[in-house]
């Protein structure tokens, strides 16, 4: 069996889900549609503006369906009518409903990032660094009605930097999503796909990040808010308060031999503001105060000075 015989639908949203897009594209495959959010205002002019994989269907002519609610019955005949063989799902960001699921014959593929059973959920990227993984990678899985429970095909994984951010990870997992649906393409096609069960014993959850998640606690240890702030970098985005000012801080790292009240300045220089923690000292890179934008350190302290001892309030 060869890619172009599939009948495929593939289904995705934002950034992350272009690369494995771009991948069955190469490789052939017979994309009968693609399914996407709604258009979204976007920007201050509030224009609609369309997600990217939209854009980049578009571009290579395959037809392409928005429905708001994909449970709608109308949304599922329409659905039906393209009689799939194979979804592929990549942060669509709509469930499945079961109607959908049981259509396809070589059922519904998702490439989630992480090591499956660890970090089920909308944000494991994020999740994995704030926890301090070294390692996280993507798993593609046999979807079911379950939240990232279904069987296990194809797991690559890779190291995580110790000053990566989310959004610096997110790019280098976009890329390894099109490898482990490329491999778990290609063993489709040569029969030779095995799906494995997962261990809910193992599993972990990773909830969608709010903004509240980002308000640091100078009483943890440096090393615990240095992964904080990484894994929330671009976004929410991880913060203090200055003199009643939300102060968004990034570009940090660890210095074990500083000491001292947790949120409270211990330097200001061009290389970084040390704050101390409940352990050791968090230095700061890039801040950000309200309507300004980030700053790297020297350049922030031009503007506004921060003399030892000001205090940081979580």
């Given at each position: 069996m060869q890619p172009e015989q599939i009948r495929t639908v593939f289904m995705g949203t934002p950034a992350f889900?272009?690369?494995t897009l771009e991948g069955?594209?190469?490789a052939g495959c017979n994309l009968v549609g693609v399914y996407t959010q709604p258009d979204r205002p976007k920007g201050r002019g509030k224009k609609l503006a369309p997600p990217p994989v939209k854009e980049l269907a578009q571009q290579h002519g395959i037809p392409v369906f928005q429905p708001q609610k994909l449970r709608a019955p109308e949304a599922v005949e329409q659905f039906k009518a393209l009689q799939p063989e194979l979804i592929v799902v990549v942060a669509y960001g709509q469930i499945l409903p079961k109607a959908v699921l049981d259509i396809p014959g070589h059922g519904c593929i998702n490439v989630h990032a992480s090591l499956l059973p660890k970090y089920r959920g909308a944000a494991p990227i994020n999740q994995a660094i704030v926890d301090g993984e070294s390692e996280t990678g993507i798993t593609t899985m046999l979807m079911d009605v379950g939240l990232d429970t279904g069987d296990m095909l194809v797991k690559l994984s890779l190291a995580i930097g110790a000053n990566e951010t989310a959004g610096q990870l997110h790019d280098r997992l976009a890329l390894l999503g099109r490898e482990?649906?490329?491999e778990t393409l290609k063993r489709l096609c040569a029969g030779e796909l095995v799906a494995e069960k997962q261990d809910d014993?193992?599993?972990?959850?990773?909830?969608?990040?709010?903004?509240?998640d980002g308000l640091i606690d100078w009483s943890q240890p440096a090393a615990a808010i240095h992964n904080l702030v990484r894994g929330l970098d671009p976004w929410p985005g991880a913060y203090t308060h200055l003199a009643g000012d939300v102060l968004k801080i990034a570009d940090t790292s660890v210095d074990e031999t500083l000491s001292g009240?947790?949120?409270?300045?211990l330097s200001a220089a061009a290389d970084g503001v040390r704050v101390a923690c409940g352990e050791g000292a968090l230095v700061v890179g890039q801040l950000q105060l309200p309507g300004?934008?980030?700053?790297?350190?020297?350049d922030f302290l031009r503007g506004r000075d921060l003399p030892v001892g000001t205090r940081m309030e979580s």
């Amino acid at each position: 069996m060869q890619p172009e015989q599939i009948r495929t639908v593939f289904m995705g949203t934002p950034a992350f889900a272009l690369a494995t897009l771009e991948g069955l594209i190469a490789a052939g495959c017979n994309l009968v549609g693609v399914y996407t959010q709604p258009d979204r205002p976007k920007g201050r002019g509030k224009k609609l503006a369309p997600p990217p994989v939209k854009e980049l269907a578009q571009q290579h002519g395959i037809p392409v369906f928005q429905p708001q609610k994909l449970r709608a019955p109308e949304a599922v005949e329409q659905f039906k009518a393209l009689q799939p063989e194979l979804i592929v799902v990549v942060a669509y960001g709509q469930i499945l409903p079961k109607a959908v699921l049981d259509i396809p014959g070589h059922g519904c593929i998702n490439v989630h990032a992480s090591l499956l059973p660890k970090y089920r959920g909308a944000a494991p990227i994020n999740q994995a660094i704030v926890d301090g993984e070294s390692e996280t990678g993507i798993t593609t899985m046999l979807m079911d009605v379950g939240l990232d429970t279904g069987d296990m095909l194809v797991k690559l994984s890779l190291a995580i930097g110790a000053n990566e951010t989310a959004g610096q990870l997110h790019d280098r997992l976009a890329l390894l999503g099109r490898e482990a649906m490329e491999e778990t393409l290609k063993r489709l096609c040569a029969g030779e796909l095995v799906a494995e069960k997962q261990d809910d014993a193992l599993s972990t959850y990773a909830p969608m990040m709010k903004k509240e998640d980002g308000l640091i606690d100078w009483s943890q240890p440096a090393a615990a808010i240095h992964n904080l702030v990484r894994g929330l970098d671009p976004w929410p985005g991880a913060y203090t308060h200055l003199a009643g000012d939300v102060l968004k801080i990034a570009d940090t790292s660890v210095d074990e031999t500083l000491s001292g009240a947790p949120g409270r300045v211990l330097s200001a220089a061009a290389d970084g503001v040390r704050v101390a923690c409940g352990e050791g000292a968090l230095v700061v890179g890039q801040l950000q105060l309200p309507g300004k934008k980030r700053l790297a350190a020297a350049d922030f302290l031009r503007g506004r000075d921060l003399p030892v001892g000001t205090r940081m309030e979580s």
